[in-house]
């Protein structure tokens, strides 16, 4: 047992790795869900403890094959990472049971085995960029997510995924090229590749390598922002989330590009934040500048959109506006406010596409002007959306209104009244979107069509009513999110230099 | 972390449950959440009990001390006889959203802090307005609608207000406020907007007369007296609310005595007994607060007892307006009866409640100076006895026989206004147990030969006047042609205005605007152009467009870093 306890930050890689592994060698449907369904709820279970170990000791370095760092490969967590591993563990495993029916009915029983072996490697690559302390190691799990999120997409049953995917696939081999750009001047600067160690090295770097640099923040910045679709860098993703299958946008869109964020906080904060005096370099500027645009941009467009799971996707193109947002003004309240926005996007966006998914199964549709009343057809399906979409608009008493608390206290501490302001002018954008859907779900006679609706069987529908009450609880109770995600914008800031 | 919770909670989370529950079950279990409630409360000590940790914010849930302890007595009483009076309702959205309003109102009772006194606000708002659609006529609908706007309103300034007071002072508590900061002054207008200030107050008696029989009463004991208890806890001693409180206990009667919707009437009555409470409030010595607090504890007892005869009669008749009204006496003698002892306790007639609180708050301004003030509140005191004390039970019990018979009030609602009525001559002939509970120490005493005397005087000269005003048939609801031409004139008349106002503000708005109102349709125009389904943003973009798009960042990052 001791031993095993030890080893824990290899088993939330390796256990998903040969899972994923295992269900493609299985190939019948069912027992490759029943695998993958272990699988995701033996993962927050390790990274819970994972998380303990963390809170209560500190930092936990893990030398993989006994190679030490920084020659080695290191798998180091700390608050921060423990708290996205824990993210996306769970979120894995909450919505795992919803996955049967949704994938059986639109990946088809044949190729399910194959759908859930990508998914655990994605898995596995997303864990894996969370968790290792390695820049070329996190290039790697990065490219191992994103390979499986391009087979993932293009499983989806609409002929416009494989386009889909396939512009994801460009954009995201540029993204990772641009990053391991970065990674390679990185190299070339410090000799190394383990992340503490190039923070060390490039802290005590002579001055005139700063210009190398500030090259290789750049790089860095423009490959990640690619992966997590910042404005003007995000045309790949709702193309990507509208066709993908119902479920895999549930899970890429809780998940994904959270674990791209972690990177770049993790390269801005840890990497440079110690090396490079950051305030001296637009760095925040420029990010508050896009995500003031991608706050507005994407609201408006998805006033605009007919397809709900397209319009969801913008609407995630602006949550993380929010999210890039309390990074941008970097201090306690802002990044705390980012930080937990990671959380709490996550579980009500996840609930939102889940009801995207319900409605597909049961009515085959997801444009707004074919789901006329069907409020009263499904009522949990459609209530948990009203609670997850008050949620995105930032009601108090939801999950969202934390997040947007915290990120203006940030923004009036360093007194930026206008960013107070815009805040909540794009939340009012949401109440748009978020209305139109309940306007015609609750407030229409039924359409023709939908005379058969009713809700999900109990499998798809008590993850989303789970996830939904979460947005309430989160509203809430905050321990469990803001707590933590203070701890790690502290840790993140008593770095900076 | 202390582990108490509000007794608000007992009735918000015991409502849930309601809708579970039928027939003598589900009525037993009503009448038993606030006796519940009560009994919680009796083992609470007083201080800060309910402290909750939020994300660094220290919340402080359950403030017990003497001032919120006697709106909570009184609130749960009301919430019982309310309870009993809609006995008889099959409604379930009633019932449930009436426990919810209450413990949201007592939730905010108890709230030590501005946030947690935000969610409660917003939570009476959203609960009592069901309390009006249930009316289920489109007529209510709107009102309702009307109401839940400015209920809401009000809670957007308070959520304003905190803000900006938090930014200010690093501190939620909710102890009292200043006017001269913007966090203060907005909270103060939220305040004053659920307290029905004057120009504020349109709200009142538009919605008011429009919730259901039931939902009226309750309406009428928490939603303004919430506000009356912020006011007290923030802003006692305030100047302002002096002149604030002054016009406010007078305007109300001009409208009350030529209204025909007897509800309305009490609603008008309503919001002028809240202006007898700002002053108090507004005066700020212990006396005035005393009164405050105590009238606003009086007049949720005959305030409701006089809206549950009204409701009898609605329920009974299906009309309350003056006109159509008269001679009920003869079929419903007990309500009859229950109206003229709210009436009494309205108009402070000795012995009853209304007499020994409002008492305190005049002798309070006269004692202060302000000699104007009292004179004032001495009309409106004639005021409230000619259109609450004698107009409400006239027209609707006696005057000229309508000719309508119908059933006495059902029992549980006689029940509701015998306790009520009970409790307002039971604190009207003994002072000395009530004022005990009030937050300051008192040594008041109502009955002295003066009071008593100028008090009957008034009262006599008042019901001469309308006396004579009857007798020479110059009273409105009397000559019913005058009145209907005239309330005819008087709409069409604010019509005309309106109308004149709205053209030559749209005139103005014309000349003002029209390069603003072409900005804005541009600007609609221009976001859907580049944000609509096919415009720029909104179109799938050529992979070769992203690629440039990834390299213009790259080169503005560098070119921006190297600058």
Known sequence: MEALWSHLPALQIVIPLLGGVLVALVRRGSLAFALTLVVSWVLPVVSGLLLYQVLSTGPISYALGGWPPPWGIEYRVDVLNAFVLMLVSAIGAIIMPFARRSVALEVGERRSAWFYCMYLMCLAGLLGVAITGDAFNAFVFLEISSLSTYVLIALGRDRRALVAAFRYLIMGTIGATFYVIGVGLLYVLTGSLNMVDIAQRLAVAPPEQARAMVAALAFLTVGISLKLALFPLHSWLPGAYAYAPSWATVFLSATATKVAIYLLVRFLFSIFGGALDLRSLPVAEILIALSVAAMFIASFIAVYQSNLKRMLAYSSLAQIGYMMLGIGIANQAALTGGLVHLVNHAIMKAALFMAMGSLFYRVGTVRLTEIAGIGRKMPLTMGAFVVAGLGIIGTPGTAGFISKWYLAVGALDRGWWVLVFLLVASSLISVLYIGRVIEMAWFRPAADGLAEAKDPPLSMLLPLLLLAAATIYFGIDTRLTAGIAGEAAQFLLGGLR | ?563
Not at chain 2, 324 to 351: D, H
Not at chain 2, 387 to 409: L, M, N, V, W
Not at chain 2, 518 to 527: D, L, N, P, R
């Open chain 2, 1 to 563: 972390m202390t582990g108490e919770f509000s007794p608000g909670l007992i009735l918000i989370l015991g409502a849930l449950l309601v809708p579970l529950l039928r027939g003598r079950l589900r009525a037993i279990y009503m009448l038993a959440l606030p006796v519940a409630a009560f009994a919680y409360l009796l083992t609470l000590p007083q201080g800060d009990l309910g402290i909750v940790n939020i994300g660094g914010l220290s919340l402080n849930t359950l403030r017990v001390d003497k001032l919120s302890l006697l709106f909570c007595y009184v609130f749960l009483i009301a919430t019982l006889i309310c309870v009993v009076y809609a006995l008889h309702l099959r409604d379930t959205v009633q019932h449930v959203a009436a426990l919810i309003y209450a413990g949201s109102a007592i939730g905010a009772i108890f709230a030590g802090d501005l946030a947690t006194l935000f969610i409660y606000w917003e939570g009476i708002a959203i609960a009592s307005v069901f309390l009006i659609w249930s009316s289920r006529t489109e007529e209510s609908y709107r009102a309702g609608m009307r109401y839940l706007i400015i209920q809401v309103g009000s809670g957007v300034l308070l959520l304003a207000g905190l803000l900006i007071h938090y930014r200010q002072t690093g501190s939620l508590a909710f102890g009292v406020l200043a006017l001269d900061a913007p966090g203060g002054l907005l909270i103060f207008l939220a305040f004053g907007i659920k307290a029905a200030f004057p120009i504020l107050h349109a709200w009142l008696p538009d919605a008011y007369p429009r919730g259901t029989p039931t939902g009226t009463v309750l309406l009428s004991a928490f939603t303004t007296k919430v506000a009356i208890y912020a006011l007290a806890r923030g802003f006692a001693g305030t100047d302002i609310l002096i002149p604030i409180g002054t016009v406010m206990a007078a305007f109300p009667i001009f409208y009350a005595v030529i209204e025909n919707d007897l509800r309305r009437v009490l609603a008008y009555s309503l919001n002028n007994q809240l202006g007898f409470m700002v002053v108090g409030i507004g005066l700020g010595t212990e006396l005035a607060l005393n009164g405050a607090v105590a009238h606003a504890f009086a007049d949720i007892l005959f305030k409701g007892l006089l809206f549950m005869s009204m409701g009898a009669v609605l329920f009974r008749v299906g009309t309350v307006k003056g006109s159509e009204l008269g001679g009920l006496y003869k079929s419903m003698p007990w309500t009859t009866g229950f109206c003229i002892v709210g009436a009494a306790s309205i108009s402070a007639f000795p012995l009853f409640s209304g007499f020994v609180t409002k008492s305190m708050i005049m002798t309070a301004a006269m004692e202060e100076g302000h000699f104007w003030v009292w004179i004032v509140l001495l009309f409106a005191s004639a005021g409230v006895f000619h259109h609450a004390g004698i107009k409400i039970p006239y027209f609707a019990f006696f005057a000229h026989d309508s000719g309508k018979r119908c059933q006495e009030a059902p029992l549980n609602m006689l029940v509701a206004m015998a306790i009520s009525a009970a409790l307002c001559i039971g604190i009207g002939c003994f002072p000395g147990l009530f004022y005990g509970l009030l937050p300051f120490e008192t040594a008041y005493r109502p009955y002295t030969l003066d009071h008593v005397v100028a008090q009957v005087q008034l009262l006599f000269l008042s019901a001469l006047a309308f006396t004579i005003l009857m007798r020479t048939g110059i009273y409105p609801p009397e000559l019913r042609s005058v009145n209907l031409d005239a309330e005819w004139l008087y709409r069409r008349l604010g019509r005309s205005l309106l109308e004149g106002a709205r053209a030559a503000g749209e005139a103005a708005w014309k000349l003002l605007t029209r390069g603003f109102g072409h900005g804005v349709s541009f600007a609609i125009a221009y976001v859907r152009r580049h944000h609509g389904p096919e415009g720029l943003l909104a179109r799938p973009w050529p992979i070769g467009t992203m690629a440039v798009w990834t390299t213009i960042m790259l080169a503005a990052y560098l070119v921006f870093f190297y600058l």
